[in-house]
């Protein structure tokens, strides 16, 4: 069975401040989605890594996939409430109709 | 364009109570997924259909049925419901080839 396993699983803090979410796996994914998902609501994508060592960035959140693409970050730079949110990474395996192994989510409060 | 509709959006059940969760995407996608989402461990796969007339066993398939009824639409049917089915259920669709999956908004789900 693969794992992802996600860390931490809760994250409370102040705006302004930054934060790191990680994902690690002893697998190999031809492929790592990052997903934000609000209260009601089903996942939406915010970015898919591919090659390994690959560093995305959108707005205050940046991307890594590892160079073994076995693992993954996401760091949000002065973390706002509007980023308040379950965040979520996927790993895709080749080969495997699309099937996505999701880590267990982050649960991220920023309060004003 | 709707993108991916689910029906319906809640469902409370007896045990033993059968019923069937409809999904339905307006994309022109060729795959299609269930999952379960519970609290602390992600999404889990429960059934997918990598092409119309095709499905797959996920992650987490007992008590499950599905049927990919054609290209746009794929229902999951839960024969005999049991308390360990309280869940979120959220279908998803992707074109293919490594494309994105969209999410529909969810079944909330309580068996009794």
């Known amino acids: 069975t693969q794992l992802l396993e996600q860390s931490p699983q809760f994250l409370s803090i102040q705006e302004g401040e930054n934060l790191t979410v990680y994902c690690n796996s002893s697998?190999?994914?031809?492929?790592l989605q990052w997903y934000r998902q609000e209260p009601g609501e089903g996942p939406v994508l915010l970015v898919t890594?591919?090659?390994?060592?690959e560093v995305k960035k959108l707005k205050r959140l940046t991307f890594q996939f590892g160079d073994a693409r076995k693992d993954s970050s996401l760091h949000i730079t002065a973390a706002q409430p509007g980023d308040t949110g379950l965040y979520l990474c996927?790993?895709?395996?080749?080969?495997?109709?699309?099937?996505?192994?999701f880590g267990q989510g982050t649960e991220l409060s920023v309060k004003p | 364009n709707a993108g991916v509709t689910q029906t319906p959006k809640f469902q409370v059940l007896k045990t033993g109570q059968s019923m069937t969760l409809q999904c339905a995407q307006d994309?022109?996608?060729?795959?299609m997924y269930w999952y379960r989402q519970d609290p602390g461990m992600g999404l889990r796969l429960i059934y997918y259909?990598?092409?119309?007339?095709?499905?797959d066993k996920g992650e987490v398939p007992n008590g499950y049925n599905v049927s990919r009824l054609n290209k746009r639409e794929f229902s999951l049917r839960l024969e005999s419901a049991a308390p360990s089915q309280t869940s979120v259920y959220f279908c998803?669709?992707?074109?293919?080839?490594?494309?994105?999956?969209?999410f529909g908004p969810g079944t909330r789900l309580l068996v009794l």
């Open positions: 996927a790993g895709a395996i080749n080969n495997q109709g699309g099937k996505l192994i």
């Open positions: 998803a669709s992707r074109l293919s080839g490594g494309g994105t999956q969209y």
């Open positions: 259909s990598a092409s119309e007339g095709t499905t």
């Open positions: 697998s190999v994914f031809s492929s």
């Open positions: 994309m022109n996608h060729n795959s």
């Open positions: 890594v591919v090659t390994g060592g």
